[in-house]
C-alpha cells in the first residue's frame, strides 16, 4: 500500500524559512516523479512543485519560484520543499503526491498534508 | 498557463440524483484531464485519469468524458458518501493546475 507522510509544517514568522519532508513508501520511490500541492484554508488547490525520478527535472509555480526548492533522496525514499522568505500567502495545507506515471501526469496518492501558518 | 473554469461552483442534489461537473480549458488539452473528490479534512482522492479512465476501486456511478477543451464528471446515481468537493487538472504542460472546485452538497 502506498503511504505518504508529509512532516515539518508550522507556524512561521512572515520571512522565515520551514523545511518539509514527505516520507514514502509501499512502492518504489525512486521510478517515479513527485509533487507538493498545497491549498488554502478555504480555497481550492494549487500545484506548487514537481521532481522527476532522477532529480533531473524540476518545475515551479510562478508564486514559489526563486523562493522554494523542491529536492529529493531516493535512498532515503524521502521528498522535501525548502520555503523561504514566507508571506501570508503561503499559509496552506502542503500536500505531496506521488505521479501516476510518466510526467507530467495525475496524481494516484496523496499525503494527508502538513499545515503551514505564517503569520507574526 | 492553461485555466480551468469548473462549473457549477457549488450543486445541491439529493440522493439517487444525476449530477454533472464540467471543466472547460482556455485551450487545447488532448485528454489530459483528471478529476478528484476532496471530503472536508481529507486529501484528495483521483477518481478519473486521462479524462475517461476509472481509477481502480472507484465506484463504476462516476464516469468522466470529453476532450480537447471541455470535461465532463459525470455522477450516475449520487450516494451518501458522494457528497464532497470535486477538482478538475490538467497535466497537459507546466504549470500544472486545477479547477476552482465544485462543492457538492445535499439538498
Known amino acids: 500500500e502506498v503511504q505518504l507522510v508529509e512532516s515539518g509544517g508550522g507556524l512561521v514568522k512572515p520571512g522565515g524559512s520551514l523545511r518539509l519532508s514527505c516520507a514514502a513508501s509501499?512502492?518504489?520511490?525512486?521510478?517515479?516523479?513527485m509533487n507538493w500541492v498545497r491549498q488554502t484554508p478555504g480555497k481550492g488547490l494549487e500545484w506548487v512543485s514537481s521532481i522527476s525520478s532522477s532529480s533531473g527535472d524540476i518545475y515551479y509555480a510562478d508564486s514559489v519560484k526563486g523562493r522554494f526548492t523542491i529536492s529529493r533522496d531516493n535512498a532515503r525514499n524521502s521528498l522535501f520543499l525548502q520555503m523561504n522568505s514566507l508571506g501570508a500567502d503561503d499559509t496552506a495545507v502542503y500536500y505531496c503526491a506521488k505521479d501516476s506515471g510518466s510526467s507530467p501526469d495525475d496524481f494516484d496518492s496523496w499525503g494527508q498534508g502538513t499545515r503551514v501558518t505564517v503569520s507574526s | 498557463a492553461i485555466q480551468l473554469t469548473q462549473s457549477p461552483s457549488s450543486l445541491s442534489a439529493s440522493v439517487g440524483d444525476r449530477v454533472t461537473i464540467t471543466c472547460r480549458a482556455s485551450?487545447?488539452?488532448?485528454?489530459?484531464l483528471a478529476w478528484y473528490q476532496q471530503k472536508p479534512g481529507k486529501a484528495p482522492k483521483l477518481l478519473i485519469y486521462?479524462?475517461?479512465g476509472l481509477e481502480s476501486g472507484v465506484p463504476s456511478r462516476f464516469s468522466g468524458s470529453g476532450s480537447g477543451t471541455d470535461f465532463t464528471l459525470t455522477i450516475s446515481s449520487l450516494q451518501p458518501e458522494d457528497f464532497a468537493s470535486y477538482y478538475c487538472?490538467?497535466?497537459?504542460?507546466?504549470?500544472?493546475?486545477f479547477g476552482g472546485g465544485t462543492k457538492v452538497e445535499i439538498k
Open positions: 487538472q490538467q497535466f497537459d504542460s507546466y504549470p500544472l493546475t
Open positions: 509501499g512502492f518504489t520511490f525512486s521510478s517515479y516523479s
Open positions: 486521462d479524462a475517461s
Open positions: 485551450q487545447g488539452i488532448s485528454s489530459a
